[in-house]
């Protein structure tokens, strides 16, 4: 997957020892982030790598290539699309202050693609090197993790200013923009009241613990650590996720690991199988065990293989006990500690040593042993591959079972969700809608196999050519299993005869 190169920052006003950042709200519209703060920012286009090239700065440094593009490109894009997103032109002597009814007129124009940021600075007689490209303070680089539809190398810069500025979000980009303190947003944060990106809270946390200039040379220094070593990717407080390489079904290539508790946690899924992934594993565990976090076991959702291949040597390390359903552990090559059930509650403490309670609910459909752990007080599920981050899941009989399937599905309706944890791809950000789609998806391809029975659909592979149009030839074996397994829900309801089912799963495909 190609990446896409971005830049983004802020500016903020210096206090003592301390600073307070403009933040932003993306809109709930967004395709990025949607209702999360962020540090604006936004893809480098050639005309920020044009107007780079047209300076002819007798600066080195920013005429070096990073990712893809000149160290300058970059400062330019984040100069522009922090003008375009809340608007506020920086110079080097800080935000341009001279007609603001031109300065609006001129954003709405370039945002909507009429003009170039070179146009915009021209009509205002701005001279172009007047840019404050080496008065940036650069605070490192993060990349999206790789379950992301869409993979984001993204520097980020910050600007001093001497004084709090006015914001004017626009208004398809971003709900609002707010000066604070990083502690506030945090603490707000902790209390679920809004929700904040992986890397801007990883920034925020810097900047409210350490000195400034502290705060930038580890935030520089993260940006080399794999996943979840250094910067976490947590979408509520207590709750990890990291996307380990795992031998799982194209197209993922990753299953994800979670992290559950603070002080005292659980880890559930350490499906990798590679040995990068299983240093990758360690090097997390190790830092856990730094803070003075105990790990009190390890949680397998199911007993598909890219959930568990890390397990043996996690035990052998750790001497944590194993805990699954007992249909899971009845399809396990080691021994399970605990057998989990609809009625088991496992206590943790937060980060605080504040105790609260997962809970165990059975969610089978996939396999038969499929569980969910929900955490209820931070109002997130894991639920193995129950459900997908990107697409749908398999279904295939008999481990497979649709009736199973969408009961549990209905089973998470009736939870108060902020997020949902997939065992493959990105977290699912507004859990009751993928919920609904989930359940309107598998009943219109039930509808779209009645219909194609009545039109004479004899055998599997019929069946599937007449209601699989949008999925290619060399996925259709598998998708025979999902309609075996709507075949068997209608048998099972009496729909169709068990002669007639025998008949077409039997028939020639």
Partial sequence: MPLIYSASGSIYVSGENKIKLLVARRSRASSFFPDFYVLPGGRVDATDLQLFQELKLNRPELHQIVGKFPEGAYRITFLREFFEEVGILLTKTGPYKNNEELIADLRTKLVNDEISFKEVLNQLHFSIDQLPLSELTYIGTRITPPFSPKIYYARYYLFPVDHEVQPHPFDSELIDARWIFPQTLLTEWKQLKVKISPPTLQQLRYFAKYPFDIAVKKLIEDG??????????????????????????????????????????????????????????????????????????????????????????LVKKYQVPIFAHQYTAENLSFDVDTVLTEKTLLEVKDCDDIPYTLEVLPTPGHTRGSISIYDSTHRTIAVGDLMAGIGTVVINPPEGNLRDYLNSLRLLQTLYLKFIIPGHGPPILDPQKKIAFYIQHRMERHEKIREAIKNGADTLMKIVKFVYTDVPSEYHQLAARSVLAHLLMMQEEGEISEDFFEKLKNAET
Wanted: glycine residues 6%; hydrophobic residues 35%.
């Fill in 224 to 313: 080399d650590a794999p996943f979840g070593v250094k910067l976490q990717i947590e979408f509520v407080p207590n709750v990890e996720l990291i996307p380990l390489p795992s031998n799982t079904l194209p197209p993922a290539t990753t299953t994800n690991f979670v992290i559950m508790g603070g002080s005292t946690y659980y880890v559930i899924d350490p499906g990798t199988n590679t040995t990068d992934g299983k240093k990758q594993l360690n090097l997390i565990l190790e830092r856990l065990n730094k803070q003075k976090r105990e790990l009190l076991g390890i949680i397998i959702t199911h007993h598909h293989k890219d959930h568990h291949e890390a397990v043996v040597d």
